[in-house]
């Protein structure tokens, strides 16, 4: 997958002998060039970036997290494994600075497996993931701060087919034996069509089927460039709707990307919507930055979605959920690792909202006193009704324009439209955490006296 900033930072890391990596060798996040010595507030990236950011506190506050900390649920006694290439060398010590910073206890623990053997950190694409490692293993926590933490390093990156995914498929396979964690969380992926075949797809889905027999929720994000996706140069676009694997597996949560509109506390000041940004001046117009949904090329429609056939048709329909990812509502993210100056940068993405639902899952499952295993059964069930823990989104789309870096021309690609239900923009919408703990927990020990 893909890495974005402005050329500064391209420019910067050439300029030190660091090769940024091609387009497609890359995890799919992006992330401003300003350094901030401190965190910023709204106000100071508004006048810096020309976007909003936000912290723990007020992301936290959004998805209404609080009464769950004061009920003594905070993920205690599970796991969140991260699955990422490379790591992070200082991804211990920068958790620690994000920690004290925003005030955060320390996970109560915090390891790094290697399953398919050791990374090599001088690998061209090492950057990117590390960047990648920062955001997640930092916001996942902030949403779970009782949780355990579970990096679980790959030592080849992911980019488009399947390069990269047997060592996932390893690694994965590895922690899920030994059931080292209770959800996984995974930004990355490639577009369907980048596969070899459908059967070269199909035979990357062990883990999946693994953790379905062991009761482990996976979750994936949905990808970056709205209906759109990647061609295997990983530079061009395809032309036609298109999405990505593992988020369309039916096996696995998908998890798009919202815009939040937040003030310096938290609340809202505007409803939210499907993550479509316009052109901002430090991206440009190529490539989009919208929050990735559509229909799966590869997967029919899986039973849970029966009830939104209306929609989906008779194909698999991503996303199930969506978050924060915004660029233009970006999260803070510590680093320090050479050659980023130490510092606080900022980020979007869906790489940013799969993290962010993993806490809420993680905390689910110490509700539920169990895990909850395959979400999506029970999300789907639950559906987005007031009582559902799902807020509906009903503004935005994916639609998505932007200029072919092969020719040069300007294209769209019609997306889908967020509506009153389940929508290919926003799936079934928007998480409010207590509520949605409650009914997670509540469901499945109500289906469990059945």
């Known amino acids: 997958m893909r890495i974005r900033g402005s050329g500064v930072l391209v420019g910067a890391l050439l300029a030190l002998g660091i090769a940024a990596g091609s387009a497609s060798a890359e995890p799919d996040h992006i992330m401003f060039p300003e350094r ?36 003594g649920l905070t993920g205690a006694g599970k796991t969140i494994m991260i699955v990422d290439a490379f790591g992070s060398p200082t991804i211990q010590s920068d958790l620690a600075t994000f920690d004290s910073t925003y005030g955060i206890p320390a996970p109560p623990s915090f390891t790094i497996a290697t399953p398919d053997g050791p990374v090599n950190p001088n690998d061209p694409a090492a950057l990117g993931w590390a960047e990648e490692t920062s955001l997640d293993v930092q916001w996942a926590h902030a949403m779970a701060p009782g949780a355990n933490i579970l990096l679980v390093e790959t030592p080849a990156a992911e980019t488009e087919g399947i390069t990269g995914f047997p060592q996932i498929v390893e690694a994965e396979n ?49 990808g970056d460039t709205g209906a759109a996706d990647y061609q295997l140069d990983g530079t061009d676009l395809y032309p036609f709707p298109a999405v990505n694997w593992p988020a369309s597996d039916p096996l696995v949560t998908g998890v798009g990307g919202t815009r939040l509109q937040l003030d310096e506390n938290g ?96 905390i689910a499952d110490q509700a539920a006193r169990h895990d909850l295993g395959l979400l999506n059964p029970s999300l789907y069930r639950l ?68």
């Open 267 to 362: 609340n809202r000041i505007a409803p939210d919507s499907v993550w479509n940004d316009p052109a901002l001046p430090l991206f440009g117009t190529t490539p989009p930055t919208a929050g990735g949904g559509g229909l799966s090329s590869v997967f029919g429609r899986p039973f849970y979605q029966d009830g939104v056939r209306y929609v989906v048709g008779g194909r698999r329909g991503i996303p199930d959920v969506a978050l924060s990812a915004a660029c233009s509502g970006a999260v803070n993210v510590y680093l320090s690792f050479s050659p980023v100056p130490a510092g606080w940068y900022e980020f979007c993405g869906t790489s940013e909202a799969s993290p962010l639902f993993s806490g809420i899952v993680a």
């Open 383 to 450: 559906g987005d009704s007031p009582f559902s823990g799902m807020d509906d989104i009903t503004h935005g789309n994916n639609t998505v324009t932007f200029v072919q870096p092969s020719t040069g021309k300007t294209m769209t690609v019609p997306g889908y439209n967020a509506t009153r239900g389940y929508d290919l923009a926003s799936g079934l919408g928007s998480p409010d955490g207590a509520r949605l703990v409650a009914a997670l927990a509540g469901f499945r020990q109500e289906h469990n006296r059945r």
């Open 36 to 71: 901030f010595a401190q965190p910023p507030t709204i106000a100071q990236c508004q006048s810096a970036l020309g976007v909003e950011c936000y912290g723990p506190s007020q992301i936290r506050q959004a998805y209404d997290m609080q009464p769950l900390y004061n009920a």
């Open 174 to 222: 590895y922690v899920i034996d030994r059931h080292m964690g209770d959800v996984i969380t995974q930004s990355f992926g490639a577009t369907e069509q980048t596969f070899s075949s459908s059967q070269q797809l199909l035979s990357q889905r062990s883990a999946y089927f693994n953790a379905l027999a062991h009761g482990i929720t996976v979750l994936a994000s949905s």
